[in-house]
């Protein structure tokens, strides 16, 4: 049994009883004055209704990757905020998103992961999908051994399917089907990348089997883990290892236009080696920007991790108001460099070492959800210098907000 964090109740009641929008407009001034997002927006349930239909439901948010359903029939039930949802791999390899529901009286058809032969069985009636959503049996739906009725159309009882993209095995949805075409969304952060990884090496990345993925469960609004994402000013303080090979001074802030992403990248990225033991590169990555790495959050929930050797993706599915389930995806060039036994012991070094830094930052997200209790703080005031990839996150949601 799921419990539902968000009432669907509570959207009624308008987000100008719910804080002040003067707090709000606040946000999207210069930097030297603006303020942050104000207390509510990380601790006031009766907020996060609005979030909900906003940020996640009107944009185009991340549900999980590819790769978790890699075979035909792989199926998994995923929670959005509410909103049960399933994702299945058709007979063709596409990957299609359905609400997890059935068109007779509404019962959620998947519970659990596993493979699928041929159809969605409802374990109710026994009404049963393709994985196309097309409903295909209606069993004694004219009474005993009557399995058709002549009132009964078929075709207008398929699964509802949801507006669904993927994009380097990211599975991003848009629930109200209402944003812009997801290519024209993209579109400036690939072409930022253009030099780095071109539509070509996209196709390269592959998952990893055997350490290229973990969970971590954190005490806090997910909003936390992005904004920290963004900047490198914590690094001297949280990150003293990373800060050694990498200081302050060797990043640069990243901020899409229009504003859909915000980041920052390093010019000091080390490929690991350990011998003659290395993973393999993009083939068309500028060869004068091969220690150059780029850490961008894509709003809402989504933060990528691009690498000249690997790539990941670190997305969050948000539990509840101050709770956050963190996922990491690690991909490399390649199937011997993602896979192959011969750098296996690289490979979990690599995803050691990104789980280390995750950790370090776990008391950092954590300790602002606490601060965020306190009725006496403004939503604060960012450093005109360090913060402003953080500063645009805020905006971003401020902006979507109003
Ligand atoms: S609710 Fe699914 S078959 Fe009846
Ligand atoms: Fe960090």
Not at 127 to 141: E, M, Q, R, S
Not at 307 to 328: C, G, I, R, S
Not at 364 to 383: A, H, L, T, W
């Amino acid at each position: 049994m799921i419990i539902f964090f968000v009432d669907q109740n509570l959207k009624n009641l308008p987000l100008s009883e719910i804080l002040d929008i003067d707090k709000l407009n606040n946000v999207d001034k210069p930097i030297e004055v603006a303020n942050g997002l104000p207390n509510e927006c990380y601790t006031n349930a009766n907020y996060l209704a609005h979030e909900r239909e906003k940020i996640f439901f009107n944009k185009w948010t991340v549900v999980g990757v590819g790769s978790s359903i890699p075979k035909i029939g792989d199926v998994k039930p995923y929670n959005l905020l509410g909103i049960p949802l399933i994702l299945i791999r058709d007979k063709d390899m596409k990957i299609r998103v359905f609400h997890n529901v059935c068109s007779h009286r509404g019962f959620k058809l998947l519970d659990k992961a596993c493979t699928l032969k041929n159809v969605i069985r409802c374990p109710y009636h026994s009404w049963t999908y393709d994985f196309k959503g097309n409903l295909v049996a209606t069993p004694h739906i004219g009474g005993l051994n009557n399995h058709q009725h002549k009132k009964f159309d078929k075709t207008k009882s398929h699964l509802k399917e949801v507006r669904t993209k993927i994009w380097m095995d990211i599975i991003f949805v848009n629930i109200n089907s209402n944003e812009i075409d997801f290519d024209n969304y993209i579109k400036p952060l690939e072409e930022r990348w253009s030099n780095l990884i071109n539509k070509e090496d996209q196709k390269l990345i592959v998952h990893s089997n055997d350490y290229g993925y973990f969970s971590l469960e954190v005490k806090c609004n997910w909003k936390f883990a992005i904004e920290n994402y963004c900047e490198s000013y914590h690094l001297p303080t949280i990150h003293p290892e990373l800060n050694k090979v990498s200081n302050i001074n060797d990043h640069y802030h990243i901020e899409g236009l229009p504003n859909r992403f915000a980041g920052q990248g390093s010019e000091k990225y080390e490929q690991l080696i350990k011998g003659n033991k290395k993973f393999k590169t993009f083939s068309n990555w500028d060869k004068d920007k091969l220690k150059n790495s780029e850490y961008i959050a894509l709003f809402p929930n989504v933060m990528i991790g691009l690498h000249v050797d690997h790539f990941y993706v670190f997305w969050l599915e948000p539990l509840a108001m101050n709770k956050t389930k963190e996922h990491m995806q690690m991909y490399y060039v390649g199937s011997e460099s993602a896979n192959g036994e011969y750098l296996k012991e690289l490979r979990k070094e690599n995803s050691r070492f990104w789980k280390d830094v995750m950790l370090e930052d776990i008391s950092v997200i954590e300790g602002m959800q606490d601060g965020r209790n306190s009725p006496f703080y403004n939503g604060g005031n960012f450093s005109p210098i360090m913060d402003q990839p953080t500063h645009q996150f805020h905006k971003w949601v401020a902006n979507n907000l109003i």
